[in-house]
């Protein structure tokens, strides 16, 4: 130990360590990726004996002689003993890791990890937190696989009583090359630290290209963690029918658990299949394309790749490997019960397959970097902007933390451009300076302070424009409004103030008219008819006062005037509900006010 000690204290971190050091701790500091990486570490640790089960299965149906079995199903019951009695040196080795930094797996090998900035445990608290919850379920996933694997030879070896609890005893304290390697796999997996091959070692050729060969860069600003969620989505099909198909190479033990995955994973989907498709689990995918789904999606409190368990939305990343291909059942699910009757399977296959992949990405956190690559390749002008943003979030020391707590003070969802702006909207005070969202009502969009928001109960109005396929979404930003030929520059407050005044007019007014007799009478048609003219009528106005602001010279003629009264005489409602009107009826009288 005092050998490493020395080794390790010649190492000095340079400028791009601090600056790795920066952008990690920054990303990582949040309460909620805390529980995620414990969560999942936890689903690890319950799905060992589910896996040992699985390949005691397969090898009973696959007719397996006793003496050449892998897996047996008392196993389980000794990994369970396993993690009970692993418990207090699982803490021990999490506190050896939280007071120096390193493991001591890492003195044992000699193996060297980047070295920590000045400060201790007040600069290194995140990275040795994160450490202390690894240190600790590795830990437990090694003795479980102890305890498991000495009975499973024991079981093999035909003996029982006395004689098999002494040779699992003898076995424990004299573990043999291939006992200690099956156990320190068992300890990786735990923690999703077993290899990849090609895929991870391509990604991280990739990051390392878009460095320039340092060890910070655009590249680790883009994808910061690669190894730990390329290995998700690995595990993540290990335990699905895939999984029979991934075991090239695989043998003895190794193959049995490969093949058990598969099966207690594909075992635990059949359900939960079953349940999606019935509509009595409820889970969402990616956000919405539409604005006015999007709007409503959002209205409801929802949250993108999320469950609904006891009426609260839980993260798909809560729950480690079965959250991404509870995700990827859902799209395939969903593909096929939305696909027109014409569309034929092939076309249907490659949109849920699409589906899948954006799953794949956008349920694994860590991965959103490789998705900003795309948009940004996609539409550079937007989405660059974000990106800088991003980067700017990520410039406040601990921004994960500081997020977090800034949340509870002020919940108001802000739309960050560039690097100023995001800096300064993770920061409580300064986030007062950038631009808040908008929904589709005009008021602030307020960000949910619990990790597990409240399902919100359907709002009428919401529920109707859906239904009737009326556009109901936050307006469009303008940098400046148009008038027979002359253009008008709004200020970015201007704009702000404009469009916040035309969804709160327009909630209002769709609110009167959707209690009206008529729009319960009328049909689909003639409800998004008539709300889309409410829209661009109540839009034209607003924008008219803003161009007079402006410098316009036009003439209004008291525009607001049939406006203000909508919904309250019922002749407004019968005018754009009466099938006898002349064509174009409406579309002249809001040419006789100006609008």
């Given at each position: 130990t005092d050998i490493y000690r020395l080794m390790r204290d010649q190492l000095k971190p340079g400028f791009e360590d601090v600056a790795s050091w920066w952008w990690h701790t920054s990303l990582l500091s949040g309460p909620r990726t805390a529980i995620k990486n414990a969560s999942s570490n936890a689903i690890n640790i319950v799905d060992k004996p589910l896996e040992t089960l699985g390949a005691a299965a397969v090898e009973r149906l696959r007719g397996v002689p006793t003496a050449q079995r892998q897996a047996f199903a008392g196993e389980a019951g000794r990994q369970i003993y396993g993690a009970v009695a692993g418990l207090k040196p699982a803490l021990k080795k999490a506190r050896y890791m939280w007071d120096h930094g390193y493991a001591m797996r890492n003195v044992e090998n000699m193996e060297f990890r980047p070295p920590e900035i000045p400060g201790g445990k007040a600069t290194n608290w995140v990275g040795r937190s994160l450490g202390f919850v690894d240190e600790f379920a590795s830990t437990l996933g090694s003795e479980m696989e102890k305890h498991g694997l000495a009975y499973s030879r024991a079981k093999k070896a035909g003996l029982t009583g006395q004689a098999k609890a002494d040779f699992i005893t003898d076995l424990l304290a004299n573990p043999d090359y291939d006992f200690v390697n099956s156990v320190a796999k068992a300890g990786k997996r735990a923690v999703f630290q077993q290899k990849t091959g090609r895929l991870n070692a391509a990604a991280l050729a990739l990051r390392d290209g878009l460095n320039f060969g340092r060890k910070f860069g655009i590249g680790t600003l883009l994808m910061p963690f690669l190894k730990i969620p390329l290995t998700?989505?690995?595990?993540?099909?290990?335990?699905?029918?895939?999984?029979?198909?991934?075991?090239?190479?695989?043998?003895?033990?190794?193959?049995?658990?490969?093949r058990g995955r598969?099966?207690?994973?594909?075992?635990?989907?059949?359900?939960?299949?079953?349940?999606?498709?019935?509509?009595?689990?409820?889970?969402?995918?990616?956000?919405?394309?539409?604005?006015?789904?999007?709007?409503?999606?959002?209205a409801e409190d929802k949250t993108p790749y999320s469950i609904k368990i006891a009426g609260r939305w839980v993260s798909l990343q809560y729950l480690g490997v079965h959250g991404m291909m509870i995700g990827m059942t859902n799209d395939t699910i969903q593909a096929f019960k939305k696909a027109p009757d014409e569309q034929s399977i092939a076309d249907t296959l490659m949109r849920a397959g699409f589906?899948?992949?954006?799953?794949?990405?956008?349920?694994?956190?860590?991965?959103?970097?490789?998705?900003?690559?795309?948009?940004?390749?996609?539409?550079?002008?937007?989405?660059?902007?974000?990106?800088?943003?991003?980067?700017?979030?990520?410039?406040?020391?601990?921004?994960g933390l500081i997020k977090e707590f800034n949340t509870w003070i002020d919940p108001t969802v802000r739309r960050p451009k560039g690097f100023l702006e995001g800096f300064a909207a993770n920061v409580?005070?300064?986030?007062?300076?950038?631009?808040?969202?908008?929904?589709?009502?005009?008021?602030?969009?307020?960000?949910?302070?619990?990790?597990?928001?409240?399902?919100?109960?359907?709002?009428?109005?919401?529920?109707?424009?859906?239904?009737?396929?009326?556009?109901?979404?936050?307006?469009?930003?303008?940098?400046?409004?148009?008038?027979?030929?002359e253009k008008f520059k709004l200020s970015t407050e201007q704009d702000f103030q404009r469009r916040q005044q035309i969804g709160q007019e327009h909630a209002a007014k769709l609110r009167e008219l959707t209690a009206s007799p008529e729009w319960t009478e009328a049909s689909d048609a003639e409800k998004k008819r008539v709300a889309d003219l409410i829209q661009s009528r109540i839009?034209?106005?607003?924008?008219?006062?803003?161009?007079?602001?402006?410098?316009?010279?036009?003439?209004?003629?008291?525009?607001?005037?049939?406006?203000?009264?909508?919904?309250?005489?019922?002749?407004?409602?019968?005018?754009?509900?009466?099938?006898?009107?002349?064509?174009?009826?409406?579309?002249?009288?809001?040419e006789k006010l100006g609008v």
């Open positions: 998700v989505i690995k595990t993540n099909f290990e335990w699905s029918p895939a999984g029979f198909l991934m075991t090239g190479g695989m043998k003895g033990r190794d193959l049995a658990l490969a598969a099966a207690a994973g594909s075992a635990i989907m059949l359900p939960v299949a079953a349940a999606i498709r019935s509509g009595d689990l409820e889970i969402t995918g990616a956000l919405p394309e539409d604005p006015s789904e999007r709007a409503k999606f959002l589906a899948v992949a954006q799953t794949a990405v956008g349920a694994n956190a860590a991965l959103t970097g490789i998705q900003t690559m795309m948009d940004i390749i996609h539409d550079p002008e937007r989405n660059l902007a974000r990106f800088r943003a991003n980067i700017g979030r990520g410039a406040v020391p601990f921004g409580p005070g300064l986030d007062e300076t950038v631009e808040p969202v908008l929904t589709a009502e005009g008021t602030k969009a307020q960000r949910a302070k619990s990790p597990f928001p409240a399902d919100k109960p359907e709002d009428p109005l919401y529920a109707e424009m859906k239904r009737s396929g009326a556009n109901f979404a936050p307006p469009q930003s303008e940098s400046e409004l148009e008038y027979k030929g839009s034209a106005k607003v924008n008219a006062e803003f161009r007079r602001a402006a410098g316009s010279k036009e003439k209004l003629r008291d525009p607001g005037a049939a406006l203000d009264t909508w919904g309250q005489d019922a002749s407004d409602a019968e005018l754009l509900f009466d099938p006898d009107a002349e064509p174009g009826t409406i579309e002249a009288e809001m």
